[in-house]
């Protein structure tokens, strides 16, 4: 019987266990996605911190060198992204993108590879820098559906008249979409400049978890305002409380599911413990009262525990002792007979070096429990 018992205490801290590790699998993608956004933010923070100086020489670089482009985009940031290609991120790391709508707020890379489009959103090689410019088409692209990132996944929930912002090297440049379209993997015809126009374009997967084709909107370039500007420091904010309130949910989930690991497997220790518990009844006026009959319940008061097949009752003997011996360790509760369960007195033992029972009485209980040298007495 006792085996019995014990083997159903483990399967429990097992089951726990098993548990625990499905809850790890099924938040993956939100705390991983939140701790990734956080250093997301903490790459993106060094650019602004560099000197104005140094980030006006990167940013003329990239205007100098949409000047000299002739390259059409032709290239599918999607195609091979099995490859993983080794980059040095923080060396092609040139801004970020904000989408104020969907709170999107990701890092921004001067080149496409399977690795950057993984991180954050990349500029499509063949197109033009997002720093501006009449005739220049810049393309930018990233993932959909990443379990550890969400990068582009919100971008069917954008409409014509909605804007998207670059901040390159400290210059922010808004776009306006005027034109949302879906196409093969091989048209690119949507993504080429046009003479005496400032276009952007956002690419990526469609339909979700499908990726057959490819989501393109493209938006033509618009003043950047201060309105713009509390809207993007909106959406920035509203994604940091988000993510840092996946990582407090998942935080309290995870630290509730340890202690309820450790008190199980505790209390399955603990059980080895065995103990007595004694203590006398006693009347107000000091009498010793005998032959009053006490059961030993569950920590709870509900049930009603047995030893060897029949109820746990014991009467105090002429002294007015009550014993109850040789108990597993662990919190119970003694109730005399006919109380209520209200009127139950928690009892037991807490740590596995103690040998002797003690009383937990509530506050209005206190008064009525008194700890003398020769044991708890009890007074009713």
Known sequence: MKKTKQKGVWLQ???????????????????????????DRY?????????????????????????????????DPFKNTSNKTKVDLKKHL?????????????????????QTIQYGAAVLDGTAYPVGGKGTHSVVSSHR????????????????????????YNKKLAYQIEEIKTVLPSDTSILQAEPGRDL?????????????????????????????????????????????????ACALIFGWLLYLLVTTIYGALLKKQKFDLEFYCVAADGRLLSGKKFGLYDKRGKKLLQRN???????????????FAHLPGGLYSILLEDATRKERMVVGIKKRSEQQGKFYPKKWQRPKVIHLDNGYNWIF
């Open 13 to 39: 801290v097992g089951l726990i266990i098993v548990f625990i590790i499905g809850v790890i699998i099924a938040l993956y993608p939100f705390y991983v996605g939140a701790l990734n956004n956080f250093i």
């Open 43 to 75: 790459r993106v923070g060094q650019i602004a911190r560099e000197n104005t100086q140094q980030n006006a020489t990167r940013l003329a670089k990239l205007e100098a060198k949409n000047k000299q482009a002739t390259e059409k985009a032709k290239n």
């Open 94 to 114: 040139i801004g970020k993108v904000i989408i104020p709508k969907i709170a999107v707020d990701i890092p921004l890379f001067d080149t496409t590879n399977s």
């Open 145 to 168: 559906g990443l379990p550890e990132r969400k990068l582009f996944t919100d971008l069917n929930k954008l409409k014509k008249g909605d804007i998207f912002i670059f901040e390159v």
């Open 200 to 248: 952007a374009s956002l690419l990526t997967c469609t339909p979700y978890m499908l990726n057959t084709h490819r989501l393109v909107l493209k938006g033509h370039r618009i003043p950047y305002t201060a309105k713009m500007d509390e809207q993007s420091k909106d959406a920035v904010w509203r994604n940091f409380i988000k993510n840092m309130l996946i990582l407090l």
């Open 309 to 323: 097949g029949r109820p746990y009752l014991v009467k105090s003997d002429a002294k007015g002792k009550v014993r």
